[in-house]
């Protein structure tokens, strides 16, 4: 969504259930779910833990499904979305996409907007799990430093990047949030 700034801080948030539950999963979990990746470009450096997601076919009239990554993470999931939500957003809208993304240490995500229309109006949320000094998330040719426990809004319609120069992954909880008047 093109909000009033390349980023929206949300504020502080309680991240340890997530992370653990991400932490606790094995390569095999990671693996489980190439789709990104493979259609995507952009993400090819990426591996994904997708528990809701739409490819957008049929908008305004869009699917969601549940996918692998429901029953690994939702318990910790579901909390933390609504709790922002609450916190942030109108009620009554949908959870879109939902995943954990991570970017392996040395991975770069190169620059890029997201095009599909469902992009311009839900809210696309970042919540890092894990981090390292090296990783850079540019937006609109400026650097970001987005940091574990803190919740962000990130301006999609800019050209976005992110680049992992450290030597840990860093993995991010992302979900886009359709308000209930979005569509109309």
Same mark, same amino acid.
């Given at each position: ?6 980023? $929206? ?9 997530? $992370? ?15 789709? *990104? ?20 076919? /049929? ?27 609450? /916190? ?16 392996? +240490? ?6 890029? *907007? ?19 000094? *090296?990783? $850079? ?11 574990? /426990?803190? +919740? ?29 008047? +979005?569509?109309?």
């Amino acid at each position: 969504m093109n909000i009033d700034a390349p980023v $929206r801080h949300l504020g502080e948030i309680d991240v340890s259930a997530m $992370r653990d539950a991400v932490l606790a999963l094995g390569q095999e979990a990671w693996a489980s779910q190439p789709h *990104r990746q493979e259609t995507y470009e952009v993400h090819q450096q990426t591996q994904s833990l997708v528990l809701v997601f739409t490819d957008g076919t /049929g908008w305004p009239d869009i699917e969601v499904t549940k996918e692998s990554g429901w029953p690994w993470l939702a318990e910790p999931a579901v909390p933390l979305m609504h709790g922002i939500i609450e /916190g942030h957003y109108p009620k009554g809208g949908a959870i879109i996409r939902a995943m954990a993304a991570k970017l392996a +240490a040395g991975g770069r995500i190169s620059t890029h *907007r997201d095009g599909h229309p469902s992009f311009h109006c839900s809210h696309r949320i970042h919540v890092p799990l894990t981090t390292n000094p *090296r990783v $850079r998330f540019m937006i609109d040719g400026r650097p970001y430093r987005l940091e574990v /426990g803190q +919740a962000y809004e990130i301006n999609n319609q800019l050209a976005h990047s992110v680049m992992n120069k450290g030597p840990e992954d860093r993995i991010t909880f992302i979900f886009d949030y359709l308000p209930p008047d +979005a569509k109309a």
